[in-house]
Structures are given as structure tokens and as C-alpha cells.
């Protein structure tokens, strides 16, 4: 029987899948061209007609806010996906299949465990070169052990259960077995693992952009423009904290529905 969701759920839910909304749909929604410059307009405090004020170039700093939200929020997304989807199939192979396959890829992960995780993507994005492509890439490389492992445990648990082993009497090859009875069965840990990881790599991917590994200008990302403005926090702090402010927003909202997801599936 499945539970129905609480209204704490349904709250966070709405409020993430409106972040998403205006991340896709952000170039309509800009009341100004985010890149469109006007230097007479340069520094300008939040008004009635410039919301959060404007840049060194004044340009309007709520639109590039808005559009700023395409490149962090999707890029996030895209990059939780892909770490959980590889990871996952990692750690499921591995613990299903066992032997020298499992100790190798194991012990890879471990390497990749071993270092500080925004060191070691610092360092990887360095070599990469710059471009929000390449900070995903990066923070990819040193982010999938996480989900490995919890594939890998979870797997094992599964399959020691009498029911795995009625399916290979049953015929069921190891696909099958994967597919249909392992992966319905973990998928639970797995997704409240991506929800909460979800504000983590956010945060990272915003600070490789502030280091200048990440998007580059003159596209609009919060990380990277946070790094352009923080040189006039004190003469200009809006500069600065409108994409602060909605790094923490976004942060927020992902954190607490993740944190409501793990409630879902695990009330204790």
C-alpha cells in the first residue's frame, strides 16, 4: 500500500518543482535582457523598477538572477542524475556480482573517497579548463562513490532475501533479477540520497564558478556572479547577495525536501 504524502511533502515538492519552472522557462520570465548593458544605469539600488539593482554594467540584476537560475539549478540537476544513475549501476554490478569485479571497483572508490571532495574536483576542473560543462564533469568524477556504496550495501541486503533466490530457480537471468526485484527494492535509500545531495552539489558547483572554474562570463551563473561583484560588498552589497540570496533560497527549499523525502520512506 503506498503512503500518502504528507503535506510538508506536498509544500516542498511545489516549491522545488517552481524553482525548476523558472530555471527552464527563466528567458520569459526576465522583465529585462539579463545580458543588455547600460552604463548610465551602472549601480543602481534596488528600486521599484530594478528589484535587486543593477551591475557594474547595469544590467539588471533580478533578470540575471532569473536566467542565473538555467545555469545552477539545471546544471545541478543534470549533474545529481548522472552521479546516481552511474553510481547506482556501479554499486548494484558490483554487489550483486561480487569476486575481483567488486574489489576492483571498490577499491577505485575508495581512491576517489580518499581526498577532500572539492580539492580533488578544484583539481580536476583545473585540468579540464573552465565552463560549466566541465566543473559537471568534474564534480562528477569525485562525487559517484557516495552512491556506489549505498548501491553496493543495499544490493547485498536484497540479495541474500529468500525471494532472489526463488527468482533464479524461477529462471530469471541476472538482468531480470536486477530490473525487477533489486532495483524496486533500493531505490528508496538512493533517491533520499540524490534529494539531499541536491543543496550539496549546488553549493560546490557555485563555488567552483566563484574560483573561475565553473561558468564563465558572460554567462549568468549565481557562483560566478557572486566571484564578479564581490569586490563591492561594501560599496555595493546587492551586487553580491542577490545571487547569495538565491543560492540560499534554492538550498533551503532542496535541503528541506529532502530531509522530508527521508521522512517519507524511513519515519524512524
Known amino acids: 500500500m503506498i503512503k500518502k504524502p504528507s503535506k510538508k511533502l506536498i509544500v516542498f515538492t511545489i516549491m522545488a518543482a517552481a524553482l525548476i519552472l523558472v530555471s527552464i522557462f527563466a528567458d520569459r520570465l526576465c522583465p529585462y535582457d539579463p545580458y543588455a548593458q547600460d552604463l548610465s544605469l551602472s549601480y543602481n539600488a534596488p528600486s521599484a523598477e530594478h ?9 539588471d540584476m533580478f ?16 549533474l545529481v542524475a548522472i552521479i546516481t544513475i552511474f553510481g547506482t549501476a556501479v554499486g ?3 554487489g550483486y556480482c561480487g569476486g575481483k569485479i567488486d574489489s576492483v571497483v571498490m ?23 573552465g565552463g560549466i560543462v566541465n566543473a559537471v564533469i568534474a564534480l ?20 541474500a532475501l529468500s525471494f532472489i533466490q526463488a527468482a533464479r530457480l524461477a529462471g530469471d537471468s541476472p538482468i531480470q533479477i536486477i530490473t525487477r526485484h533489486i532495483l524496486p527494492n533500493i531505490m528508496g535509500p538512493i533517491l533520499v540520497t540524490s534529494m539531499l545531495d541536491i543543496g550539496t552539489m549546488m553549493m560546490e558547483l557555485a563555488g567552483l564558478s566563484f574560483l573561475g572554474l ?3 562570463p558572460p554567462v549568468a551563473e549565481w557562483g560566478s ?33 529532502g530531509d522530508t523525502v527521508r521522512d517519507y520512506f524511513d519515519p524512524k
Do not use: E, H
Not at 562528477?140 to 540479495?159: D, E, F, G, H, N
Open 51 to 59: 528589484l535587486m539593482g543593477t551591475d557594474t554594467y547595469g544590467r
Open 63 to 78: 533578470s540575471r538572477v532569473i536566467i542565473g537560475a538555467r545555469a545552477s539549478i539545471l546544471s545541478t540537476l543534470a
Open 92 to 94: 548494484v554490478i558490483c
Open 107 to 129: 577499491r577505485i572508490s575508495d581512491f576517489f573517497l580518499a581526498f577532500p571532495g572539492l580539492v580533488f574536483a578544484l583539481a580536476v576542473a583545473a585540468l579540464l579548463g
Open 140 to 159: 562528477a568524477v569525485i562525487s559517484w562513490p557516495k552512491y556506489s556504496r549505498v548501491a553496493r550495501s543495499q544490493t547485498l541486503s536484497v540479495k
Open 214 to 216: 565553473g561558468a564563465q
Open 225 to 257: 556572479m557572486m566571484s564578479n561583484g564581490r569586490s563591492m560588498l561594501q560599496t555595493y552589497p546587492w551586487v553580491v547577495l542577490s545571487p547569495g540570496f538565491a543560492i540560499f533560497v534554492s538550498v533551503v527549499i532542496f535541503n528541506l525536501l
